[in-house]
C-alpha cells in the first residue's frame, strides 16, 4: 500500500508538473476562502496544519475508502453546523469534484464518495460561533459584577 507522502507525490497524467498535492492545495485554498468569507466559522488550526490534516484525510477518506468512526463533540452544535453550512459544504464538494476530474484524478468520484465526509470533517477542525450563546447577557453579567464591586466600596 503507498504511502500518504508517497501518494501527493504522485505525478498527475494529464501533466508532469502536477503532483496530487498541489491540487489538494488548490482544494484547500477553496477551503479557506469559504472560511474567510464566513464569520460563523474560523480555522482550529495554523494553515499549514490544517493543510496536512486536509491531506490525511483525503487519502484516508476518498482514496482508500477508510473512514473512521464520526462521532460529534456536541450534538446540538453539529446539528447547527449541518443546517447552516450543508448547502455550502455540497456545493464546495462538487467544485471539488469538478477540479480533480479537471486534473485527470477520481477523487470525489467513486459511488461511496458523499459530501457529508467533508462536512464531518469541516466541523471536526473548524471553530463555530455558538449560537446559542447570548453575548448581551455575559456583558450584563460582567457590568453587575462591576457594579457590586463598585457598590461594596461605598
Known amino acids: 500500500m503507498m504511502t500518504l507522502k508517497k501518494w501527493l507525490q504522485t505525478r498527475i497524467t494529464i501533466t508532469d508538473k502536477y503532483t496530487i498535492k498541489d491540487v489538494l492545495q488548490i482544494l484547500c485554498k477553496d477551503i479557506f476562502f469559504w472560511i474567510c468569507r ?6 482550529d488550526y495554523e494553515e499549514s496544519t490544517f493543510r496536512r490534516k ?4 483525503i487519502y484516508q477518506t476518498y482514496n482508500n475508502q477508510q473512514k473512521e468512526e464520526f462521532k460529534p463533540y456536541d450534538e446540538d452544535m453539529y446539528l447547527y453546523f449541518t443546517m447552516k453550512f450543508s448547502q455550502d459544504i455540497i456545493d464546495m464538494f462538487f467544485k471539488f469534484r469538478e477540479t480533480t476530474r479537471g486534473y485527470n484524478l477520481h477523487l470525489f468520484h467513486n459511488s461511496k464518495d458523499i ?40
Open 115 to 154: 459530501s457529508l465526509d467533508l462536512e464531518q470533517f469541516l466541523f471536526t477542525h473548524l471553530l463555530i460561533e455558538d449560537p446559542y450563546f447570548d453575548y448581551d447577557d455575559e456583558n450584563d453579567y460582567e457590568n453587575n459584577i462591576d457594579n457590586t464591586i463598585y457598590e461594596s466600596y461605598l
Open 38 to 43: 464566513t464569520p460563523e466559522i474560523e480555522c
Open 54 to 57: 486536509f491531506y490525511k484525510f
